[in-house]
């Protein structure tokens, strides 16, 4: 049975930083890409950062390229989630998910249909 487990959120000031953690068990962890989600209330869950499954390639939502930044340690099973310079906007749940694909191709992992398991969630508050 795999298992994700987020941890790191809170409330922060706009321009401050947060860290995001993610571990998962239960499965081949180098296997798969993983990916971070964020839902904000009243919208669609939506695609944050994706990695690929040893590290070496990740891709981002373009409203957070630059500010945000995640890795892996596949001998410790955890991925995460820096998020610098935050902003408001970036006010939301924010879910790590265990992706169905071993890379990260463009226009598809972002897709929920493609995530074999979810975390649970952590909150993440931004104020002005």
């Known amino acids: 049975q795999v298992q994700v487990v987020e941890s790191g959120g809170g409330s922060v000031q706009a321009g401050g930083s947060l860290t995001l953690s993610c571990t998962a068990s239960g499965l081949t962890f180098d296997d798969h890409a993983m990916a971070w989600f964020r839902q904000a209330p009243g919208k669609e869950r939506e695609g944050v950062s994706c990695?690929?499954?040893?590290?070496?390639?990740?891709v981002y939502e373009d409203a957070v390229t630059g500010r945000f930044t995640t890795s892996r340690d596949n001998a410790k099973n955890t991925v995460d989630l820096q998020m610098g310079n935050l902003k408001p906007e970036d006010t939301a749940m924010y879910y790590c998910?265990?992706?169905?694909?071993?890379?990260?191709?463009?226009?598809?992992?972002?897709?929920?249909?493609?995530?074999?398991?979810w975390g649970q969630g952590t909150q993440v508050v931004v104020s002005s």
């Open positions: 998910a265990v992706s169905s694909y071993i890379n990260c191709p463009s226009g598809s992992w972002q897709q929920s249909k493609k995530v074999i398991s």
């Open positions: 990695i690929n499954w040893n590290g070496f390639a990740t």
